[in-house]
């Protein structure tokens, strides 16, 4: 017997044609007397049949998956969005194909074509470079398979996207701890290639202008997304015993990192230097110091995220939307006065 029973293993069986079974399972009872649907439908389960989706989805045009491929899944964030966003998705009839690209933009690229051979209806994405895969995300698109971009976005409005003001809160963040008295304010950068890496930093140079704070090189650190990069990072500037009141991260994992340098180093949080950052999620709240942290309203994002796409399954001809959404800075005792 093969690895996948089929109708013709049911027709063999039963000692009818394949056509009759075919017309059974697929639920005609107008042309398959309905003793013989029973006997076709019970004969199924007993070998174990199970539906050819693929052949499905070939004769509809229509496979009912959506692809989620996100860059990593070390923090809690990707994984909320993807509860939320699959549960907005199966009551529409979706069910969910799920990829991580490690940080990686072949595998994300590999990732894109595994999924357009499961004849996805539409893909969900958060990038690992703005711009490396900008080629396949043209190609797809122009195969008629709509792409969202969400958190972590590209700068072309050819698709849309679901983003948070990072310059904005960023700025806020950074501009709250200059009121609170900060001056030598260290920032772990993200990746250059990330285009909220760069939108962070710009709020962080520009909240130090508008209180004429000269933007000083050495406090701005190289880039880092994990805890073992922020620990890293951390331990090489504090090596260099160069003076500073705060640090402002990219990302939590990377601050919990250097916070925990810090800590061993002998230095109080935040009576030594305060700390907070960008993207903070419940990790912030599981350490000693809780971090502030601007919070992404992940719930929200995964909802204008599945609205898009599957208005652009609907109607490959809607214009590309671009949605910014407003983050929230959740004070906590890193920066407490």
Same mark, same amino acid.
């Given at each position: 017997?093969? $690895?996948?029973?089929?109708?013709?293993?049911?027709?063999?069986?039963?000692?009818? =044609?394949?056509?009759?079974?075919?017309?059974? #399972? =697929?639920?005609?009872?107008?042309?398959?007397?309905?003793?013989?649907?029973?006997?076709?439908?019970?004969?199924?389960?007993? %070998?174990?049949?199970?539906?050819?989706?693929?052949?499905?989805?070939?004769? !509809?045009?229509?496979?009912?998956?959506?692809?989620?491929?996100?860059?990593?899944?070390?923090?809690?964030?990707?994984?909320?969005?993807?509860?939320?966003?699959?549960?907005?998705? !199966? $009551?529409?009839?979706?069910?969910?194909?799920?990829?991580? =690209?490690?940080?990686?933009?072949?595998?994300? +690229?590999?990732?894109?074509?595994?999924?357009?051979?499961?004849?996805?209806?539409?893909?969900?994405?958060?990038?690992?470079?703005?711009?490396?895969?900008?080629?396949?995300?043209?190609?797809?698109?122009? +195969?008629?398979?709509? %792409?969202?971009?969400?958190?972590?976005?590209?700068?072309?409005?050819?698709?849309?996207?679901?983003?948070?003001?990072?310059?904005?809160?960023?700025?806020?963040?950074?501009?709250?701890?200059?009121? =609170?008295?900060?001056? +030598?304010?260290?920032?772990?950068?993200?990746?250059?290639?990330?285009?909220?890496?760069?939108? +962070? #930093?710009?709020?962080?140079?520009?909240?130090?202008?508008?209180?004429?704070?000269?933007?000083?090189?050495?406090?701005?650190?190289?880039?880092?997304?994990?805890?073992?990069?922020?620990?890293?990072?951390?331990?090489?500037?504090?090596?260099?015993?160069?003076?500073?009141?705060?640090?402002?991260?990219?990302?939590?994992?990377?601050?919990?990192?250097?916070?925990?340098?810090?800590?061993?180093?002998? #230095?109080?949080?935040?009576?030594?230097?305060?700390?907070?950052?960008?993207?903070?999620?419940? #990790?912030?709240?599981?350490?000693?110091?809780?971090?502030?942290?601007?919070?992404?309203?992940?719930?929200?994002?995964?909802?204008?995220?599945?609205?898009?796409?599957?208005?652009?399954?609907?109607?490959?001809?809607?214009?590309?939307?671009?949605i910014v959404l407003r983050g929230e800075i959740i004070d906590r005792e890193s920066t407490a006065v």
């Amino acid at each position: 017997m093969s $690895k996948y029973i089929t109708i013709k293993d049911i027709a063999n069986e039963l000692g009818i =044609s394949k056509s009759t079974v075919s017309r059974a #399972l =697929s639920g005609d009872a107008s042309n398959v007397k309905a003793e013989t649907m029973k006997l076709i439908a019970e004969t199924a389960r007993r %070998m174990g049949y199970q539906r050819n989706e693929l052949a499905v989805s070939l004769r !509809r045009q229509s496979s009912h998956n959506i692809a989620i491929i996100i860059p990593e899944i070390v923090t809690t964030f990707y994984m909320t969005f993807i509860g939320h966003a699959q549960t907005i998705l !199966r $009551k529409h009839g979706y069910n969910v194909l799920i990829a991580t =690209s490690n940080e990686n933009a072949e595998q994300e +690229r590999l990732n894109i074509e595994m999924m357009e051979k499961c004849m996805v209806d539409g893909i969900l994405i958060s990038v690992c470079d703005k711009e490396k895969n900008i080629d396949v995300y043209r190609r797809v698109i122009g +195969r008629g398979i709509p %792409m969202v971009f969400f958190d972590r976005t590209l700068e072309w409005g050819d698709a849309s996207q679901v983003r948070l003001d990072d310059y904005i809160m960023s700025f806020f963040m950074v501009e709250q701890l200059i009121r =609170s008295g900060c001056k +030598r304010i260290v920032h772990i950068a993200g990746p250059a290639h990330i285009r909220n890496g760069y939108e +962070r #930093l710009r709020g962080y140079r520009d909240a130090l202008e508008k209180f004429h704070i000269a933007y000083d090189k050495t406090l701005v650190l190289p880039p880092a997304l994990s805890a073992d990069e922020g620990s890293d990072v951390m331990s090489a500037f504090l090596d260099r015993n160069i003076p500073f009141d705060a640090v402002f991260g990219f990302t939590e994992t990377a601050l919990i990192g250097a916070k925990n340098i810090m800590q061993k180093r002998g #230095l109080r949080i935040p009576a030594d230097a305060r700390i907070c950052c960008m993207s903070g999620t419940a #990790l912030c709240t599981l350490v000693f110091p809780t971090i502030t942290a601007v919070e992404q309203p992940i719930e929200q994002m995964a909802a204008e995220a599945c609205r898009l796409l599957i208005a652009h399954v609907a109607d490959s001809a809607k214009c590309a939307e671009d949605i910014v959404l407003r983050g929230e800075i959740i004070d906590r005792e890193s920066t407490a006065v």
